[in-house]
C-alpha cells in the first residue's frame, strides 16, 4: 500500500516548456488534490477534483490545467511555464467520508 | 472566502517546555480543523484534528482548543523534544465547497 504517489520528485523548466506532473493513489480515494507550497506562504490549493472526469479550480489556479481520467490518477499539466511557477507541489487525497489529506512526497520544480 | 491566520510565523523554545500555536478563521460556517506538521525535506502529515462540536482534544502531548465564538483554535505541545521540530500548519474548512484553507505555518524549533 503506497499511499499517494507523484512523479517526477524534481524538475527543471525553462520559461515557455511545458510538462506534466502524475499523482496517483491506491487508497480508493474520491477526493483529489494538488497544491503548491511557497516559503512563508503555506499550502494553497491550485485544483481538486470530487471524482472521475471531473475537475474544480482552487485558490490559486491561473496557468494550470488538470485531469482525472482515473480515479486512481490526478495530473497537473504546466502549458507555458513562468518563473512564478518555481515551487513544490504536493499532491493529496482523502476519502468521501473523511476531510483528513494524505499526502504525496512532493514535487520540486524549478523553473528558469 | 475563508481566510485563515497563523501565529506565530516561528516559535524556539528549550527542550521540555511546552509549545502554543493560535489560529484565526473569519468563516463561521467551518467545522473541521486539523493540524498538520512537516518535517524538513517531507510531506505534511495529519498530527491532530478536531470537528466544531467538541472544544478540547489531546492525543498524548498534543492538545488542540477551539473557541467557535471567537474564531480560533490553538495546537497545544507539552514536554516539547527535539523530534518536534519542524513547521507546523492550521486549516480550517471554508468556501464553497468547503476544502481546506491553511495557515502560513510556524517553523518551531526545539533546543536541546
Known amino acids: 500500500n503506497a499511499g499517494v504517489t507523484q512523479t517526477p520528485k524534481f524538475r527543471v523548466l525553462k520559461t515557455g516548456q511545458s510538462m506534466t506532473l502524475l499523482c496517483a493513489q491506491d487508497m480508493n480515494h474520491e477526493y483529489m488534490y494538488w497544491y503548491r507550497q511557497d516559503p512563508g506562504m503555506g499550502l494553497r490549493l491550485i485544483h481538486y477534483s470530487v471524482g472521475e472526469g471531473t475537475t474544480a479550480k482552487g485558490e490559486v489556479p491561473d496557468g494550470y490545467n488538470v485531469s482525472r481520467l482515473k480515479k486512481q490518477n490526478f495530473l497537473l499539466g504546466l502549458e507555458s511555464a513562468a518563473p512564478s511557477q518555481t515551487s513544490v507541489y504536493f499532491c493529496?487525497?482523502?476519502?468521501?467520508?473523511?476531510?483528513?489529506?494524505?499526502f504525496g512526497s512532493g514535487t520540486q520544480l524549478s523553473v528558469l | 472566502g475563508e481566510n485563515v491566520e497563523q501565529h506565530p510565523s516561528t516559535l524556539s523554545v528549550q527542550e521540555g517546555d511546552s509549545a502554543v500555536i493560535k489560529c484565526t478563521y473569519s468563516d463561521s460556517a467551518s467545522n473541521y480543523f486539523p493540524w498538520y506538521k512537516q518535517e524538513l525535506g517531507k510531506r505534511p502529515q495529519l498530527i491532530i484534528d478536531i470537528r466544531s462540536n467538541v472544544g478540547e482534544k489531546k492525543d498524548q502531548r498534543i492538545a488542540v482548543t477551539l473557541n467557535k465564538t471567537a474564531k480560533h483554535f490553538s495546537l497545544h505541545i507539552t514536554e516539547t523534544q527535539p523530534e518536534d521540530s519542524a513547521v507546523y500548519f492550521c486549516a480550517a474548512t471554508g468556501g464553497s465547497q468547503g476544502n481546506l484553507i491553511f495557515g502560513k505555518g510556524t517553523k518551531l524549533s526545539v533546543k536541546p
Open positions: 493529496a487525497s482523502s476519502s468521501l467520508r473523511d476531510e483528513k489529506l494524505f
